[in-house]
């Protein structure tokens, strides 16, 4: 496990990078959510850039598409496009690398950006597997901000409705939002209870920074039978250095200089701990 | 075969599909009674997904099974699919490029005296400026059956708007000309170019018998195809014609009649009348006490011709 989170480290070192030379992109919210990732692409999820083109593996959604670099930089180190090539092009003029999922480039599968489109999507991905019989299974990555999408809730009934076992929702409950907490602008909580009451198994990932933990859980969500599982990972937004770490205002921040500096330090420290 | 409504022959030709091909599924917002779906549904247990009353839902269901292989068809008033999930329809299933044919029923006034909520006057406008949306109203139930023999088959997006009662056919069961993508010359003339679609061009069709009782030659093309809009066909019809009316069921604002003005004012600029619905909550009444008010009949159209040509 200790490999994966050095990994994730270094690959927020990779969006940092992307962030700063592209001069945009939503900080806070990938260095939140890249453990998630990191752990779906390198333990859970079956799915490569090899079986991606057939109709054997896992799929993926990124409901909250503002953390495309996040999911950029995961992709390109699990080889579906080179590293060199996004951290050049991402915002640049005329780039395939734009500042929200798009499947016109191999790994992605929808285009998301709008908020609360992804769960909906998902149960029609998990409803279509069903049908076919198959084993892959459906993952789908939520912000909490995005709670308030009256579509999501459409969407978790839906789930509960057709029994998807074989769909996985994940929470990045960072608990900020770009105006601030997520309890003063909307308040979310309980969420645990809200998705239960919609007929959800619901895991709480008291550290959901910890891969350990998130591994744990989504081994636990595969042998849910008849029910949707949500994990609601407790993250911390800006994760990996103080500059950033908990900061409503580092939500779409691009770092200074001397921010970056710092951040890269941080970083690297930790993608190189013994 | 009896006169249908289109929406029943939608629900007829994906059941012919469905029997040899099981990929196609058809989805419902609680709207299999009014998309005349329950026989398919019945029939295709299997293939059919209910949603609930949840058009976001409906269409981000769809996407998502299409993006994993399955021909989607959500099937949902107009009013709803083509307003509360306009952005389901822009981003999952136009922008992500699923296959997913939109079916939206009980289009234009066909509700009638249930006012504004539950008509669909700017469907033609949202849909066709989408890109990569490819916009019909078909205008029988016998070119609906050739219409969607093709779409069950192609792998493309696609929104369709059907009204909700049998209407009397454009076109007899057993002659039926159909090129996909190009729209159909119901009469060729000289004077005036009638351009028409959906319930409407069996209107512009009237009128132009009654306009021939008069010696007045009419074309009538029905825009059966508003996105790809047949082009070359507008300007065939309109290059050598003294007037140009346009008739839809539909907002005066970004439909039917701004995309012929458009086309003939860059290709063969003449005088461009649009008839449609007002800019404004309709006046109470069924679909054909709402068409005659406001003119979209034979006469009403033939009257806007004769005065166009003769001032």
């Known amino acids: 496990m200790k490999n994966l989170t050095k990994l994730a480290y270094k690959l927020r070192m990779d969006v940092v990078d992307m962030i700063v030379n592209g001069k945009g992109g939503h900080i806070g919210g990938d260095m939140s959510v890249m453990d998630v990732l990191v752990t779906l692409y390198f333990k859970e999820m079956n799915v490569t850039p090899e079986n991606f083109e057939t109709k054997d593996h896992d799929h993926f959604i990124m409901s909250k598409g503002h953390s495309v670099e996040a999911l950029y ?17 991402f915002s640049q003029f005329g780039s395939k690398f734009i500042g929200h999922p798009n499947n016109k480039l191999p790994g992605i599968e929808m285009n998301s950006g709008a908020l609360g489109h ?13 049908m076919n019989k198959s084993e892959n299974r459906v993952y789908v990555v939520m912000g909490d901000g995005e709670l308030a999408e009256g579509s999501v809730w459409e969407g978790a009934m839906s789930a509960a409705n057709y029994r998807l076992d074989n769909l996985c929702a994940v929470i990045d409950r960072n608990r900020l939002q770009i105006s601030g907490s997520t309890e003063d602008v909307m308040a979310l909580d309980d969420l645990h209870r809200k998705f239960e009451s919609f007929g959800w198994h619901v895991i709480d990932v008291n550290d959901g920074n910890d891969i350990e933990k998130l591994i744990a859980a989504f081994d636990e969500a595969r042998v849910v039978k008849g029910k949707p599982t949500l994990l609601i990972a407790n993250t911390v937004k800006g994760k990996g250095s ?22 890269m330090k941080d970083l690297k420290a930790q993608a190189e701990e013994d | 075969m009896a006169n249908i409504a289109n929406k029943q022959m939608i629900c007829e030709v994906l059941m012919n599909a469905a029997k040899t091909d099981k990929d196609i599924v058809v989805l419902c917002s609680d709207s299999r009674g009014s998309a005349s779906a329950t026989p398919f549904a019945n029939a295709f247990p299997e293939q059919f997904v209910e949603v609930g009353i949840a058009e976001q839902d409906l269409v981000g269901i769809a996407a998502g099974m299409a993006r994993v292989g399955k021909r989607t068809f959500p ?55 989408i890109p990569g949306m490819r916009v019909y109203l078909p205008s029988d139930c016998n070119q609906t059956k050739k219409l969607m023999e093709v779409l069950v088959k192609d792998n493309e997006p696609a929104y369709i708007r059907v009204g909700r009662n049998a209407v009397d056919p454009v076109y007899s069961e057993d002659d039926v000309p159909f090129v996909m993508d190009k729209a159909t010359f119901v009469t060729k003339g000289t004077d005036v170019a009638i351009i028409a679609c959906g319930e409407m061009v069996l209107y512009a069709k009237q009128a132009a018998e009654l306009l021939k009782k008069d010696g007045i030659s009419a074309t009538v093309l029905d825009m059966y195809c508003i996105k790809p809009f047949d082009k ?10 003294k007037a140009v009316i346009s008739v839809e069921e539909h907002s005066p604002i970004g439909g039917l009649g701004s995309m012929v003005a458009q086309v003939v004012s860059e290709n063969c600029p003449k005088k461009c009348v649009t008839m449609a619905l007002p800019d404004a909550p309709v006046i109470t009444g069924s679909s054909k006490e709402v068409f005659a008010y406001y003119k979209l009949t034979g006469d009403g159209i033939a009257a806007k011709a004769k005065e166009l040509l003769h001032g």
């Open chain 2, 232 to 241: 070359e066909s507008v300007i065939e019809a309109c290059k050598n014609v």
């Open chain 2, 75 to 129: 099937m949902s008033p107009a009013c709803f699919i083509a307003a509360r999930s306009y952005e389901q329809c822009k981003v999952d299933v136009a922008y992500s490029h699923t296959n997913v044919k939109l079916i939206g029923i009980s289009g234009g006034v066909s509700y009638g005296a249930l006012g504004m909520s539950h008509h669909s006057a700017q469907d033609i406008a949202c849909m066709s400026s």
């Open chain 1, 118 to 130: 992804g769960l909906p999507v998902a149960v029609g991905m998990a409803i279509a597997e069903h």
């Open chain 1, 73 to 89: 930089a995961v992709l390109a180190e699990k080889g579906f496009f080179p590293r060199e090539t996004v951290l050049k092009e």
């Open chain 1, 242 to 263: 103080p500059v950033m770490e908990n900061k409503a205002s580092w939500h779409h921040h691009v770092p200074s200089a001397e921010e970056y500096a710092q951040i």
